[in-house]
């Protein structure tokens, strides 16, 4: 009965993040169709659903470590997503000439090694006594240290396309 649970607490947990971005996404398109209110609606559920995700993540079990182990597994994660995950997803998207899908999972590959880097750097100095925040590209998810780059290095869109995270 603990292993169904178990098992159900991971379900939850994906279910809930995916209806978080789903909601997110959906908020961004009813603000771009000029409906504000909606987009506080949909903004707002997004953001129950994650605390909904969160609380079942911290229930599952050795999910969570110490900072130092959750960022190792954070790395393992972008190297394993980097090397194994998206080339076959690539492989499918370039067999089915599925351009849009190609680019969008290319891009991602080469951004999650990015992102394994900034790990990497913070293994390294999580005791420094250092002030970085970073930039998000809204179209690749690339991040940039201290300031927003003119264009991005993966995707190429415009500084105004980075969001800042402090
Ligand atoms: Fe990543
Ligand atoms: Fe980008």
Do not use: W
């Not at 603990?2 to 607490?9: G, P, W």
């Not at 991971?10 to 993040?17: K, N, T």
């Not at 169709?33 to 605390?51: C, H, M, T, W």
């Not at 201290?146 to 396309?161: E, L």
């Amino acid at each position: 009965m603990a292993e169904n649970t178990e098992k159900n607490l991971g379900y939850a947990f994906a279910a809930e993040s995916k209806a978080a971005v789903r909601n997110d996404a959906f908020a961004k398109k009813a603000e771009s169709d000029g409906y504000p209110q909606i987009a506080r609606l949909f903004s707002a559920i997004s953001d129950a659903e994650s605390v909904h995700a969160r609380r079942y993540l911290r229930l599952m079990r050795g999910k969570i470590g110490s900072t130092e182990e959750n960022i190792e597994t954070a790395f393992q994660n972008e190297i394993k997503a980097n090397v194994e995950e998206y080339p076959k997803l690539i492989k499918d998207a370039s067999d089915e000439g599925k351009e849009s899908a190609l680019n969008a999972f290319s891009q991602s590959r080469d951004v999650e090694s990015r992102h394994a880097e900034l790990y990497k750097k913070a293994m390294n100095d999580m005791l420094a006594d250092r002030h970085t925040v970073y930039y998000v590209c809204q179209v690749c998810g690339y991040v940039s240290e201290d300031a927003a780059p003119d264009n991005c290095p993966v995707c190429g869109a415009v500084k105004a396309k980075f969001k800042l995270v402090e």
